[in-house]
Structures are given as C-alpha cells and as structure tokens.
C-alpha cells in the first residue's frame, strides 16, 4: 500500500510526488510544504486545511452530471442544489460552499432555527433555503420572516401538526407565506451505516393518508398554491443506489397522483442527500458501489420515466447533498509526537566487555542478516529472546542483558521484515502485528475524527512525506487524549503502516482525509481539546496562499466556553503565585510572565522540533 489507497480514495485530487503528497491542481503546492509555512508561525498543534477548489470541483461534477442525464433523457425540469448545514456550519466552510457555488446559485438548508437563521443570513440573493427538521411556531414564523425578506424559501413539513401551525401562521398575519413542501414516509429504506431515515418506522414524514389530509387542509385554508415541493431523505453515505430508486418511484408516483389532485404549483421533488464518498484505502472494504453519473442518470430517467407514463410535466430535482459537497475540501494534519518503540533503537545498546553468550550470539545474528538467512537467523533470535527471558526472571542476566536482548531481536525483526517486505510469509505477517509501532500524534480523535469514535467510520490517513519509502512499520495511532478510546488501531484487514523515522531528527506528519463533512461539527471538547487552528488555502497557476486563519480556542477560552469566570481563574493562579515565597522578584516575575503565556495557549502540545 504504498500509495495508501490514493487511487481509490482521492478522486484524483492529491498526487505522490517527489515522495510527497501535493494537490494536484494548479501549481500544486505539496502538504508538507504548507504546514511548515503555517509552523513557520509558531503553530504547533493539529492543523486543519480547507481547500475550497475541492468544494467547487464537487459543486460542479453534481450540476455537469446532472445536466448530462437532463439532455440525454430530454428532461424538462431544472436542476438546483441546496446545502445542508448540519453537515459543516463552520463559517469559512458555508462561506467555500456559497461563493463556489455562485455560478449555480447554490443554496442552503436548515435543519433547525439557529441553522434557519444563518441560512437567512448567509444565503445569496434569488438561491433556495429549504428548512427541514421539526419546528415550532417561532421557526415557523422565521420563515415566513425569510420569505417577507426575499428569500426562496421552502419549508419542509414532518407531520400534519406543522402545516396547521403553518395556516395559523398564515391567518395570524399578512406577511408573505414561504414555500411548503411535504416530507413522504418512504415505505422503503436506505443503505448503509446511516440509514435510519426512512421505512415505515422512519423518524420523519408523512404517511399516505396524511398527505392526503394534508393536501385538503391546504385547499380549505386556501393555500394549495404554496405546496410546491414533494421531499424524501433516505439516510446518509448510501452506499447501495437500489433504494434510492424504489425511494424515487415512492416519491415520484405520490407527485404525479397530487399534481392529478390538482396540487398545480407543486413542481419540485427534493431527493435529500445521501450520496456517498469513499472513505477507504482498502479495494476490498470501498463503501460504495455506484458512481455520480450513474446517480444522477437514475434520478433524471427515473423521474422522466413516472411523470411520462403518467403525462405529468417533468419536476425540477432539487438535491440536499452535503457530505458529497464539503467532505473531500477538509484535511487534518497531525504532528506525531513519539513513536513508542524508539526505545529500541542501536544507540540505546549497552554493551559489556563480557556479555552473556545468548547475547553475543544475538550481535552476531544482527550484523550478518541477509537476504539469504533471514528467515532462520529470525527464529535463532527469537529463540534466544525466550532463553533470555526465562534467565532474567531466575536472576541469571541483569537489566542491561534484557534491555541489549529486546533491542537486538527487535533489530532484527525489523530487518528480516524489512528484507522480505516483497514477499512476506504469514510469520512475518503476525509478528508485524505484534510489533505495532505506537504512533502518539498531536490531535485529538473525539475533536476531529468522532465519527471514528462513534461509528468505527474509516478515514484515509497517510504521512505527508517519505513517500517514496516503502513503510513498514505496522501502525497504531494514539492520541493525546486521556482517553483509551482515542486510539486508531491496527487492523489486520485494513492494515495502516507507516515509516520508521527519527524525531529527534525531523517531524513526521500524518494527513487525515475527507473529513470536511460532519467531524467539525460533531467534534467534541473531552479532555477540553478544542477545534484545531484553521486555514483556507486558496491556490494558484504560480502561489498559493494561507487565508483566514481561526485559532483554536486558548485555555481560558475553553474554560470560559463552559461557564468558568476566566478573571476568577487567572487571578487565583497569579495571585498563589505572586504569595509564594523563597524566589526572587525576577524569577517570580519570569514565571509570571510564562504562566500568562500558557493561559492564553491552546491546550496541546508544543513538544515537536
Ligand atoms: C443530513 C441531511 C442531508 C445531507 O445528507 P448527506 O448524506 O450529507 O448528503 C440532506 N437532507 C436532509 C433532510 C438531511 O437530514
């Protein structure tokens, strides 16, 4: 895997050059050489990239392919596209989404009435807000607000309660009354890890009798002519299309039977989102099964197909994707602090004048290993370890002999797998795994990758140099959490293995990803890690730039966010400090001077070169 699976995750978006990951766009600035400019900054911690040519790219293959089926199946209606912002609400990741999606007006969806909110305040002028989720009187009349305002606005009803909250609304007051659209409870459901919106114990929608209510209760509030959009969701990452398609004949069938009701201003179908990235660097574990094309080509022919049969003029398609859109434009990088096994590195030998002779027979082992006798001169070394063991434990060696023993067999191990690395027997390969290499990175997992934590979600993970090393150290990774959950193990079936490297002599840094959509806003503050240091990098036929940089919250900020008096805090430190006794007046003032330092510091480590 020397690539790391880049062919099957990457969509072509990062290149191994020179032994070094770069974007592969325009002067194609390597990953390396960005984070070094930012710790050039004296940024030590986890970094968070955002490249909003990513998010454009992924906007405009969803309208090319879309258009394409639109022509090939000579389709009427148009296509428009909204963006969830449950899935990244992060000010410079909606402002990437809505400034590269310009072009096709792109527009946003809420999910709740803060959501709702930044929709209305961020959405361009003429683009769709679309509001799903369940709401009150007040959300209700926010959207009345946004449609009074300007906005194209749909509000997306889950159950009949809304749409009588909706007419009162309407009758209340004289202000403009927003779009409606129905949520169907689909009788079929998703795939996937994520597919728990739909079925008939579905959380959300209408069933069918319920639409019908819902239909009269339109026509007797006289309000029919606000019902324009027919919406279905069926869960997140789908990684099979086959119920996207029984969804879709569901939901087109119950648009063309309204619009024969005499539902005449109803002309959109919202097919939600759902539509998938691949997560994963392993052929045989990839998380999906369908392309983009053969998506969109489903959707137009499908829907084409229903409203001809039925003689029904074609609807517009409205799309809710959001993971699709923002996952791929986010990369995190870590710094690895420490590799467990250092410790056995040559230079720690201690070698005697007189050594016992299982260890002098381990020397020699060590230095004449070859191509040749690798495999025999292996077993020899793990024999004598055994020997050796069993001699410490009877007090015949002492802890000089040991250490020499685990650091000559762990050598040669190292060696042999590292001779046999092209042809690998089953033995090595079980060693390997029990000689994982722990690598402790800078980050922490429940803040940035908690759908690893939560869901055993799969992320690409790879070094940002030495590519063009073979590596070969089977890897788990370990983060600076207290937690014994913040760790990312090795697993035999989708092995991660990383290079050997020395720190003392130079960083290591590993790349998590397509983690643009949902880890930011899911992530969470144990042990009060917080969102890491954020960057835009906007990119160039010559340069690229670091833009808009969002610090990751200092101490006090984080203890503030929680409902600390950050004054009480800081003062109570300083004041202990400024008592205490037997230091002089400088080095009180010195140590003053760092502790202010360290509050207004974010909380991970600073350890790297
Ligand atoms: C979460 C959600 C989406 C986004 O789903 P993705 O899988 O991220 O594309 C779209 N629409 C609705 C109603 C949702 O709840």
Known sequence: MTNFGLDIWSNKNFIIEDGQIKLNYKCMPSLLKITEDIRDRDIRGPILLRFPHLI????????WYFDKAIKENNYKGNFNA????KVNQFPYAVEAVTTQGEEFNYGLEAGSKAELILAMSKTPNGSNITVNGFKDKEMIFLGFIAAQSGHNI??????LGELETIIE???????KVPNIGIRIRLHSSGSGVWAKSGGMDAKFGLTSTEILEAVSLLREADLLNNLTMIHFHIGSQMSDIAPLKKALREAGNIYAELKKMGADSLNSINIGGG????YDQHTHTKGHNYSIEEFSSSVVFLLADIMNTKKVSHPDIFTESGRFIVASHAVLIAPVLELFSQDYQEQH??????NPPLIEELLELNQLLNNKNCIEYLHDALDHMESLLTLFDLGYIDLKDRSNAEILVHSIIKKALYLKSATPTDELERLQEKLQERYLINASIFQSLPDYWGLGQNFPIMPLNHLDATPLRAASLWDITCDSDGEIVFNQDRPLYLHDVNLDEEDYFLGFFNVGAYQETLGMNHNLFTHPNEYTINISDSDYEIINEVESKNILEILSSIGYDENEISNKLKTDLANSIFITEQEKNDTLAKLELYLNQNGYLRTTL
Not at 82 to 85: A, S
Not at 154 to 159: N, R, V
Not at 169 to 175: F, G, P
């Open 56 to 63: 454009k790219k992924q906007i405009r293959s969803l309208y």
């Open 82 to 85: 909204v963006f969830p912002l």
């Open 154 to 159: 749909t509000i997306t009803i889950e159950g």
């Open 169 to 175: 609304v309407a009758t209340e007051s004289k202000i």
């Open 275 to 278: 539509l998938a990235i691949e």
């Open 349 to 354: 030998l201690r070698i005697k004048d007189k």
